[in-house]
């Protein structure tokens, strides 16, 4: 399966998250259009990332692929890797 196009694609974070800051440095280095959802600032996205995900931990990917299907991918480092195999 194709990798969705970069703007389907929204990063649930905060800004002082290090592991955040980690996935925020990739995407700056990548060059890529990704939506961020503050989760702290913005209680409805704290909501929509435990009602899709499952879980409040950030950083969170969520990648909806262009079949409609939806994927939470948790962890910095698995986020990292998706990245930069899809985009890099």
Known sequence: MAAPD??????????????C??????IE????NIEMRDTLQDPTNREELIN?????MVPCL???HDDGDVEWMYES????RYLKQ???
């Open 52 to 56: 899709g995900g499952g879980r409040s």
């Open 6 to 19: 970069p703007s389907q694609l929204k990063l649930y974070q905060f800004y002082t998250c290090p592991y």
């Open 86 to 88: 899809n985009y890099g």
């Open 21 to 26: 800051q980690r996935v925020r440095s990739v």
């Open 77 to 80: 480092a698995d986020i990292i």
């Open 62 to 64: 969520r990648i909806e």
């Open 29 to 32: 280095d990548l060059e890529l």
